[in-house]
Structures are given as C-alpha cells and as structure tokens.
C-alpha cells in the first residue's frame, strides 16, 4: 500500500487480517514510526487492535522504505492523496504520478498496479503511458475505495461493492482471488472497464453530496413555512426509488472526499466540454451554506457578538474520526472569533491544530467545562456522547441558548425545560 492514510492504512490493515502479507509504505516518517510503536496516527474504531494483532502475527510491515516495498510486492495499491489544486478546481495528481514513477523504476518483475485513491477519469489511463518504457511488467487496475470514515473497517469487510475495472481480463481474476473471503461472504464484485471504475466512484460521491445539498436547500424553505424537514426526509425517502439515506439536514457536507470529489468531477467534465450544471450547483449551494449558518448564529445572538461566549460540540466533518478536512466549524469557528465571540470547543477525538493560532478560541477536555457559562451552545458533530445532554445542569447560565445543527433534540422537551433551543429545518417553537 503506498500512502499510509485513511484508507491505505484501513485497507492494508484489513488485507492483512484476511490473509495476506501486506507493506504499507508513507513518506511520513513520523507517521511510520508511531505505526512502528503501535501507535495509529488516525482515529478509526477498532483499527488499533487490529494493527496489533496483525502486525504481532507478522502479516503486516510499515517501512518508508519505498524501494523495498515494491520490489517485495506483487500487487501494488496506490493510496496517496489526490487534494484540489490550490486556486483551481482541477486534481492534484502529482502524488499519483510521482509513486507512479517509483513504481517504475523499482520494479524488477511483473505488478498490478491498483489505483485506490480517487483519480479523474483517464487517470489509469496517463498512469500506462508512465509506465510503457516497461509495459510487460505492468497492468493498471482501478480499484475506487468507498469506506467511510468512522465505519471504514466494517465497511471493507462488508462493502456494497467491490468495483474492478481493468481493460484486461486476467486481472479480474487476480482481484476476484484477493477479494475472495469479501464476496464469499456475499460482497457484490462488479466489473467494468477502468475508465467507468474511476467514474463510479466520482459519480457515486457526487449523487450523495447532491442528496445532502438537495434536503439541506428544503430545510431552508421548511423553516420558512413552519414544516418540519424530518417529516419531509421520512416521506420521501421511504421512497423505495427514493431512499432515507443522505437525507437528513445539516450543516454544509465537509471531509476529504465530498468537496473535493465534486470539483473533481466538474473540472474533469470541463476536459470533455461536458457542462455537469447539476454538480456545479451543488459546490455552490454547499459553499453558501456556511454563511447561511453563521447568519442564524447572528439571528439568535445578535449583530454584535462581542464576548459572547460560544461553545462548540464537536469540530469534526462527522462522528467518529479526527479528519478536520473541509469541516464546516473550519469557517465557522474563525469568523466567530473574528466578530469578538469567546469560542471554546471540545471534540472527543481530541484538540485541532487548526484552531491553536486563533486568537479567542479554546479547546476544552470535557464537555462540561466546555459548555459552563456559555451564551450559545453550538452541536456541529454527532459524536454519540452529545445525544442525551443535561444542558441546564451543565451550562449554568441563565440565559443560555442552543442550536442544534443535527437535530439531536426534541424542540419540544427543550421548550418545556425552558431552554431556548434552534435546529435545523424544524418549525421554531421558542
Ligand atoms: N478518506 C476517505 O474517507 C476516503 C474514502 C474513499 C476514497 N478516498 C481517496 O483515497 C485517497 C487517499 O485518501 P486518504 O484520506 O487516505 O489520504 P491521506 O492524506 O490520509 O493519506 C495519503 C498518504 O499518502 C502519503 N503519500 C503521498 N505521496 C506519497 C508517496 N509518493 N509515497 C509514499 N507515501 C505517500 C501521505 O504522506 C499520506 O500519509 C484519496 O484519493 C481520497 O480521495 C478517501
């Protein structure tokens, strides 16, 4: 596995615990080092057991050492990361084709080079024609990697899918072997050519991140017209055509992939003079709605948020990981403190380094200390632990607010508990 993240690591964990021996090679020495010390540099339930158990079983290397990874390898996964290019909307492939380039020049015998991390479609394509001087060696496989993050080792056990797409007929059977103990326990294994492998994947975070802007814009004209969008979200995704999932409001969608993947797929669309307006839209709305929301933060506290004291649960994209990337409370949280608010926060994955040179901004270990004296009381992640809150009891503060950016609570308890309390989408009860 080359690239040690998110999911090179789940993945090569994971691959290792059905069987295989498996190298996970990073640039990052600090990152190899902690995993050589048992450490996990991300946070991702479960894994830290199962890097032990793999690794004390000696199915499971982690080395800098890209040389003798590829040599030792007969299948070769790329795992890098593939971020937006800085002022552009275009992909960054560089680090793509950079272990592209060391593939080539440490190979000595055949490899299928399977390409993991999200690239455009052609990318597979671009990777051959690195690889031609010596082509006899090589078949470029696209393997696309759907885990989620904070459910990412069930996920590869039990995936919806598993997408293959190569342009020769051998390496099917190769990957069908190496998934094998996946679709023996009933994985679906679907097979297409490269270039529509690359293109489900985009296609697939596109349509998500389409669904979540989609119910997002209609909890705008719910609270307008005193309709709640759960009864909306439930009506419509009992749909069977339609489904319930992706359908709850929020904040803007956030992570490593969604932002980047849409702008991805535009810009990709734009090299074949395809106008994907829908998914253009979509970057839009998401982007606009972070101001929708510090908006509501004004409304509820005021124009003037001088020393009014905020406190955030939950900084993260989602539950259940520490990846900050695109967050919203990245926008939110800095324009606060701008505007002379006293932001504390606190995250159960632990400080961000994001928010260290914040001038006003204040990581907090618990969630009392957090929330003691606050003004308002902001829910940005669904962290399980933020699901059944005391407020009165912990904020202390007699004029306390709350706006709850996941619905977590019911407006009404809230109303008869005398907290005033403002969600997302629902009618406002206050
Ligand atoms: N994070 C997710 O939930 C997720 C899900 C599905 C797909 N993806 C895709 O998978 C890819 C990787 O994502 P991630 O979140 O794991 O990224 P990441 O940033 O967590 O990890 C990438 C790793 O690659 C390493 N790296 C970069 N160039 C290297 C090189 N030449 N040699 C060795 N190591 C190198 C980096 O040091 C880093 O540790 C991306 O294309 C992403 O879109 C991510």
Request: net charge positive.
């Amino acid at each position: 596995m080359i690239g040690t993240g998110y999911v090179g690591l789940v993945s090569g964990v994971c691959f290792a615990d059905i069987g295989n021996q498996v190298v996970c090679v990073d640039k990052d020495k600090n990152k190899i080092d902690k995993l050589n010390s048992g450490i996990s540099p991300i946070y991702e339930p479960g894994l830290d057991e199962l890097i032990k158990k793999n690794f004390i079983a000696k199915r499971l290397t982690f080395t800098t050492n890209i040389d003798r990874a590829i040599s030792t390898s007969d299948i070769i996964f790329i795992c890098v990361g593939t971020p937006t290019r800085k002022g552009s909307i275009k992909v960054d492939l560089s680090f793509v084709y950079k272990c592209t380039k060391e593939i080539l020049k440490y190979s000595k015998r055949k490899k299928i080079i399977v390409t993991k991390s999200t690239v455009p479609v052609g990318t597979g394509d671009e990777i051959e024609k690195i690889v031609k001087k010596n082509k006899k060696l090589f078949t470029v496989v696209s393997n696309p990697e759907f885990l989620r993050e904070g459910e990412a080792i069930r996920d590869f056990r039990f995936p919806d899918r598993i997408v293959i797409g190569s342009n020769e007929k051998k390496a099917f059977n190769i990957m069908r072997k190496l998934y094998a103990p996946l679709t023996n326990k009933g994985s679906k294994f679907f097979t297409t050519s490269r270039r529509g492998a690359e293109l489900i994947k985009y296609a697939s975070n596109a349509f998500l991140a389409t669904k979540i802007t989609f119910i997002n814009e209609l909890a705008n004209l719910c609270e307008k017209s005193g309709v709640n969008i759960e009864d909306i979200s439930l009506g419509m995704g009992s749909d069977s055509r339609i489904g319930g999932r992706f359908l709850r409001a929020g904040p803007a969608y956030g992570g490593s992939c969604f932002p980047k993947d849409t702008k991805g797929l535009v810009s990709a669309a734009e090299k074949y003079q395809i106008n994907l307006s829908v998914v253009k839209s979509v970057i839009k709305s998401n982007q606009e709605r972070v101001n929708l929301l510090t908006k509501r933060v004004h409304k509820i506290l005021g124009s003037n948020l001088k020393n009014k004291k905020i406190s955030f649960l939950g900084v993260t994209f989602k539950p259940n990981t520490d990846d900050m990337r695109d967050s919203t409370s990245l926008k939110m949280i800095p324009y606060l403190c701008k505007k002379g608010a006293k932001v504390n926060y606190y995250d159960p994955s632990g400080e961000k380094k994001e928010f260290k040179k914040i001038k006003n901004c204040n990581y907090s270990s618990d969630i009392k200390s957090n929330c003691k004296g606050a003004d308002l009381v902001i829910l940005l992640t669904e962290w399980d632990e933020f699901k059944s809150i005391d407020f009165k009891k912990i904020v202390k503060n007699s004029k306390f607010k709350v706006f709850d950016l996941r619905n977590l609570y019911s407006a009404e308890e809230m109303k008869k508990n005398k907290i005033k309390y403002f969600s997302i989408g629902r009618p406002n009860i206050n």
